[in-house]
């Protein structure tokens, strides 16, 4: 336990022994479920006081805390401290956050700073949007989708069968038509099949989910194709409604290009705030444009206001939390956040790969995906979300490079437990991550035992001097030392690099064959970390 945890620990329990204690479970167990009962006051009680119970809580959470690895949750928020006497009050902010009631007792006034924040990100006037702090990423995709339902009661519901399960939860609830999108191996939208069922339902109208970052590959729906193939299809704007679910992507995209904005022709965008940004109640905030509320709209005079939410009485505690949160950080501070997370998401994926591990990352992503291991308690150790034979580690910004290399480390010494003497093999995820992602025996990648570098903001991919001169002679290669360089110019396309990389695999093959002879050491070109020589390389585990 830190001292910054203890000194937590007496501000809230001071009647309880505050040594460091001994917890039963270690952090990197599971937590066990707490066998507890309401007992009556007065009665005798033969076991730990209630103060005693949460401390020990309170200190299994401090310690699981970093083996929170699979799910989206920001789990760094120091102004617990600061915002902790506003537990005293009940924030009820209730009915529609523009509208003032009669009672007090509310946030809306931070609450309505939060939305405009958001508002601004994605580019739509104070005066032409609406919107509200929810309950969660889930409400926000019941009310995009309810105000689409409302605005073409005869559209069919288009989702991809990557969407979150509370998009389909909706269709039922709403009792809409729907159809389920195929999607790539990465998780994304396929298109062609869209463009498929949009031309099999043209006399009805559109509402589509558009995903910006899915729930386990972190794939993003491409907003600019998915219009031009509803302009293609004969959909005029009128006929569609586009609700784009970004719980957890909504508050980097902005920060890596412009793909959510209301300058385009979207009905609303929602986003989980204690994801990203980070809040210890779940939240999220939607936004739609002002002019399609009207359809939900109701005026309840109980409540001395409209209400056009969801879930009408909303906590009032996270729109501060928001709006602290917003406050302390500002753009520039969620910018260099992006920043850490790809980063790290890379250095993950990376690592990964260079143990022979089954690994896939997509583009603008910190969901890392990788083979399922093997063993339960592992999940449960490290807190993995799991998917058939898939696993993922959601690189939050609270996850550090120790915990990722200590994640690593467990999951190498693991590896070796369950696979020795080859009793048992690593699952095959080809079909799920892609077999060029996938290192199971039979689709092992020879590739990433090749010595390369890439910098930072560079298309200039270092690698191993070829062995053959007739073979840097046909691809044009420019070389330097035991160096050789392929320039990613605009004309290079992934069938010519598919292409390069087949032949290389297939010609190192011949040349070292036998360990005749041995790849060049080019540790002192592009760095030992990069080179995958005989000495330098990592030991890869054969599954």
């Avoid at 288009?158 to 998009?167: G, L, N, R, W």
Wanted: aromatic residues 10%; contains cysteine.
């Amino acid at each position: 336990m830190t001292p910054r945890s203890l000194a937590r620990r007496r501000l809230l329990f001071p009647n309880v022994n505050n040594k460091k204690q001994k917890v039963e479970q270690s952090g990197a167990g599971p937590r066990k479920n707490l066998q507890l009962e309401v007992l009556e006051p007065g009665l005798k009680n033969d076991g730990p006081s209630l103060d005693t119970i949460l401390v020990n809580y309170l200190d299994t959470l401090t310690q699981r805390v970093n083996f929170h690895l699979g799910y989206p949750v920001n789990i760094c928020y120091d102004h617990y401290a600061t915002l902790a006497p506003l537990l005293q009050f009940h924030l009820n902010n209730c009915g529609d956050p523009f509208l003032q009631n009669t009672v007090d007792f509310h946030s809306k006034d931070f609450e309505v700073a939060v939305l405009d924040w958001f508002a601004q990100l994605w580019e739509i006037e104070k005066d032409q949007y609406w919107g509200y702090v929810t309950n969660g990423g889930t409400e926000g995709n019941l009310h995009g989708i309810l105000l689409g339902r409302e605005l073409l009661p005869e559209g069919i519901l288009y989702a991809s069968k990557d969407s979150h399960y509370s998009v389909f939860k909706a269709a039922r609830m709403y009792r809409m038509d729907s159809e389920t999108i195929n999607t790539s191996v990465n998780g994304e939208m396929d298109y062609s099949d869209l463009r498929a069922k949009l031309l099999q339902n043209k006399d009805k109208p559109a509402i589509i989910n558009v995903t910006i970052g899915t729930t386990f590959k972190g794939a993003i729906d491409d907003v600019d194709v998915i219009l031009e193939t509803l302009k293609d299809c004969g959909y005029s704007q009128d006929r569609f409604y586009i609700h784009c679910d970004a719980a957890l992507c909504g508050l980097m995209t902005p920060f890596i290009n412009n793909m959510i904005s209301f300058k385009k022709p979207i009905g609303s965008v929602t986003i989980s705030g204690h994801k990203f940004l980070g809040c210890p109640m779940p939240c999220g905030v939607q936004i739609t444009r002002k002019s399609y509320i009207n359809n939900l709209s109701t005026n309840v005079e109980y409540i001395a206001s409209v209400d056009a939410t969801i879930s009408g009485g909303r906590n009032g505690l996270t729109p501060i939390f928001l709006w602290y949160s917003l406050s302390a950080k500002g753009q520039i501070g969620l910018q260099k956040d992006v920043k850490k997370c790809l980063d790290n998401a890379k250095y993950l994926k990376d690592r990964l790969q260079q143990e022979g591990i089954s690994v896939m990352l997509n583009e603008l992503s910190i969901i890392v995906v990788l083979e399922r291991p093997r063993d339960h308690e592992f999940v449960r150790r490290w807190q993995l979300s799991c998917v058939k034979d898939m696993a993922h580690v959601i690189v939050m910004p609270g996850i550090t490079r120790e915990m990722i290399d200590n994640f690593i480390s467990d999951l190498v010494q693991q590896r070796k437990q369950w696979y020795q003497g080859g009793k048992a093999e690593a699952p095959c995820v080809a079909d799920d991550i892609g077999a060029q992602n996938c290192a199971c025996s039979y689709h092992k990648i020879d590739y990433i035992r090749i010595s390369v570098m890439l910098n930072e903001l560079s298309i200039i991919v270092v690698l191993e001097r070829p062995r053959d001169h007739e073979f840097f002679r046909r691809w044009q290669l420019s070389c330097v030392k035991d160096m050789a360089h392929v320039i990613v110019m605009p004309g290079i396309t992934r069938e010519m690099l598919d292409n390069f990389i087949s032949e290389l695999v297939q010609q190192r093959k011949q040349w070292y064959k036998d360990e005749k002879a041995e790849a060049l050491c080019v540790a002192d070109g592009i760095g030992t970390q990069n080179c995958a020589c005989s000495y330098h390389k990592i030991d890869y585990i054969s599954p």
